[in-house]
């Protein structure tokens, strides 16, 4: 009797997040997570957490080793209509190991936490995040810990062929022949990642890697070609800013932006800026899906001792979260015909932002990141009159995306021509 008392007593400052200290006892003993403790621990998670968390097998990497991703969620099974689906992506480079780690981590940080702390709580409950510690584990497994450069050859960096991942995707400015046939030797390691990138509705991404540390952002490559050092901007150039400066500005090496012998400017750079690739993930999330990715480099030795690991994980921890919550800036909502059914593959239409559509999941959603600003929207879709223009003022106060909603009406049955949109950039297979 006495416990529910006390307990009942207790309730209202739980509620408001006070009562628990966080728990980051995953930080005793550091050590690597490997291959097969991931599994154990993924399956493990799943288990203590059925409702909130979810182990997915996005494929398999050359050597049949699992492609792991934990998608942690409140509702890990079916997906909250218009809550964004955001992934991290670590280890592509299988020597680059710190981001590895800390993704581990922040899975255990997440699921340990959301009941304790009003922030996670909240962040779980709006965000579907999926978290993939390693693309590359054939990689690792060729890595040695305590190197800070890669081994000669680039033994580990690639895969078990030694093929770099981050210049083996589609590529927006290769002719068509070319990545036909680039497509015959795509390692399946890209492949399963190129394939999850165009199936899922993701909204923001971000790959880790290690060498450096800088946030950098698309492009990385230009029509120019050149080897480095001139800008290559998308269209979404403030929105990638902003996603950079919340990594840099939030980590307090990152920021000084002087580290590893280069010199960033606030921590961040445009990919093409620092130097140039064809390939890479970053820009193939951009050119290809909705999705915006981020390439985050964390450290400058690559794969640094275990002991380093719990002070990377304190200055990555308020970067980590503050990046999940960038998936509510800008505007959301749902594109619906007349009778509310939802209108997939639509797309919405940004004023000076024309160059980047964004296109409606299966479920008639969208989510279109943006800054503070007042834009013109509207919505198009095939077999559909165009919505009229709206004007919005977004704000993304209260971490919270505007919420606008679009009803299409189907074009006049004597209109004979194909209609109104056609995005020939979009990849499907
Ligand atoms: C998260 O959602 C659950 C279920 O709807 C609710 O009980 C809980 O209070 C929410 N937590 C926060 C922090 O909003
Ligand atoms: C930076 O450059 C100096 C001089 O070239 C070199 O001695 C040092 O090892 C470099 N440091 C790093 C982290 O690469
Ligand atoms: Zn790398």
Redesign the pocket.
């Known amino acids: 009797m006495m416990q529910w008392i006390f307990a009942l007593a207790l309730l209202p400052l739980v509620?408001q997040?006070y009562i628990f200290k966080e728990d980051e006892s995953f930080l005793q003993l550091p050590h690597y997570t490997s291959q097969e403790q991931l599994e154990d621990l993924f399956a493990r998670l799943e288990k203590a957490y059925p409702e909130q968390a979810r182990v997915h097998s996005i494929g398999r990497s050359l050597e049949g080793r699992n492609l792991l991703a934990l998608q942690i969620s409140?509702n890990a099974r079916q997906r909250p209509l218009l809550t964004p689906p955001v992934k991290y992506i670590a280890n592509m480079h299988g020597d680059e190991t710190v981001g590895r780690q800390l993704l581990v981590y922040l899975a255990q940080y997440l699921l340990g936490n959301?009941e304790r702390s009003?922030e996670?709580?909240?962040l779980?409950?709006t965000t579907d995040i999926f978290l993939m510690p390693t693309m590359n584990p054939d990689g690792y497994a060729l890595s040695q810990e305590g190197n800070c450069e890669s081994l000669p050859n680039y033994v580990g960096r690639g895969n078990a062929a030694g093929v770099d991942l981050n210049r083996d995707f589609p590529d927006r400015l290769e002719q068509q022949h070319v990545n036909q046939l680039r497509a015959q030797s795509r390692q399946p390691e890209t492949a399963a990642l190129a394939e999850w990138i165009v199936s899922k509705p993701f909204v923001l991404s971000a790959n880790f890697h290690g060498g450096a540390v800088v946030a950098s952002y698309p492009y990385d490559n230009s029509l120019a070609h050149n080897d480095c050092c001139e800008e290559s901007l998308t269209p979404d150039d403030r929105v990638f800013k902003q996603l950079a400066h919340t990594y840099s500005d939030n980590h307090p090496i990152m920021r000084r932006g002087n580290n590893c012998n280069d010199s960033f400017a606030g921590g961040i750079t445009n990919g093409a800026n620092w130097y140039e690739l064809s390939g890479g993930m970053q820009d193939f999330n951009y050119a290809f899906s909705n999705c915006f990715e981020l390439t985050i480099e964390l450290s400058c030795c690559k794969f640094p001792a275990a002991s380093s690991l719990p002070s990377e994980w304190a200055r990555n921890k308020r970067p980590l979260l503050e990046l999940l919550k960038q998936a509510h800036i800008g505007i959301k909502g749902l594109v619906h015909d007349a009778s509310g059914y939802p209108i997939p593959d639509a797309t919405i239409i940004v004023s000076g932002l024309e160059d980047k559509p964004i296109r409606t999941s299966k479920r008639g959603e969208y989510w279109r990141l943006l800054t503070p600003g007042i834009y013109s929207v509207y919505a198009a879709a095939f077999g559909y009159q165009s919505s009229p223009m709206q004007q919005l003022h977004v704000t993304n106060e209260n971490a919270e995306a505007l919420r606008v909603d679009f009803k299409l009406t189907p074009v006049e049955s004597n209109f004979d021509g194909i209609s109104s949109y056609y995005n020939p950039y979009f990849f499907r297979h």
Request: charged share 10%; net charge positive; proline share 0%.
């Open positions: 509620a997040g409140r959301f009003l996670i709580g909240q779980v409950n």
